[in-house]
């Protein structure tokens, strides 16, 4: 059965396994350009944008997600409730204050980033605070610390940076093998070595995208639900605030499906060209089943 400690574990592990994975995939790319280019610098190149990567996925790549998501500081004296019950959640679930940031944006949404509980950040939506009472924003906050405490933040984290560059970088792939092989006259061989490693490369460029679904289990969800619901002992707040959430259908202005995994709800609204992203991106288990999974907890 998942609990606190092992989920700590495989958040480790599959950190490691995801950057690892990277590390691989990207040296793989870049020998291939050396080779076909015949040029040994490409190489050299390669090895040092994947080991420059892992590290900015590591220590920077929770600055990266608050960017992305246009995140600013919440002023203590304005969001002073919002500090409250963000400081009054963390000394009970016995972890450090994450800092918090702000999305001015009405879609009610929230989201936790960092390498660990020493560097967590809790970033909410001023759609967020508008929608929910005291006990649905407790549930939403305990949740997101829940996150904190599992290490998921870790892996959620990393994989913003290192699926977002490594489709990238299939896409400079595709570009660069289609020129090439269109710009020079090469022999027959040549031509369909290039032919397939472009079509490799179109392929990888969905399959980092997913790599979203193979690092991050969706049974974290259920067990920040669930661990948010402790917390708070009150899984009736959450319960609500899932459903708000769930029935608002407008996306984000700033939804990505790079950063799609770190919030609580698919960032793409309940709308159905958002459904039908959420489900070729499906991060999250659908809300009416985290709710039932809520509603079987006794507190």
């Not at 906050?141 to 699926?163: F, K, P, W, Y």
């Not at 707040?237 to 609580?264: C, N, W």
């Amino acid at each position: 059965m998942a609990s606190l400690y092992t989920q700590q574990g495989k958040n480790v592990f599959r950190t490691w396994m995801l950057m690892g994975v990277f590390l691989v995939l990207v040296i793989a790319i870049g020998f291939f350009l050396s080779y076909y280019f015949d040029d040994s610098a490409i190489l050299y190149i390669a090895v040092a944008i994947a080991l420059a990567m892992n590290i900015t996925a590591y220590w920077f790549s929770d600055k990266i997600a608050i960017a992305q998501a246009h995140a600013v500081p919440a002023d203590e004296t304005q969001y002073r409730e919002l500090h409250r019950v963000v400081e009054n959640l963390a000394i009970t679930a016995g972890l450090p204050k994450p800092r918090v940031y702000i999305i001015e944006d009405p879609a009610p949404n929230a989201f936790a980033t960092g390498r660990d509980k020493n560097h967590a950040v809790i970033a909410v939506t001023t759609g967020l605070l508008g929608m929910m009472d005291r006990n649905e924003l407790e549930g939403v906050i305990a949740h997101e610390l829940s996150h904190v405490g599992n290490r998921d933040i870790l892996v959620m984290t990393v994989a913003v940076v290192l699926v977002g560059v490594l489709s990238l970088l299939a896409n400079i792939f595709i570009r660069m093998s289609f020129w090439g092989g269109m710009g020079r006259d090469r022999d027959r061989n040549g031509n369909v070595f290039v032919l397939i490693a472009g079509i490799l490369a179109i392929i990888l460029a969905p399959i980092a995208a997913q790599l979203i679904q193979l690092a991050i289990s969706r049974k974290r969800e259920f067990l920040a639900d669930a661990s948010g619901a402790l917390l708070t002992r009150y899984p009736e707040g959450l319960e609500s605030a899932l459903r708000k959430l769930g029935s608002y259908e407008a996306p984000m202005k700033s939804a990505s499906t790079t950063t799609a995994h770190l919030y609580i709800t698919n960032p793409f609204g309940a709308h159905p060209a958002g459904a039908w992203v959420a489900k070729l991106f499906s991060t999250h288990p659908p809300i009416p089943d985290r709710i039932a999974a809520l509603e079987g907890i006794n507190v």
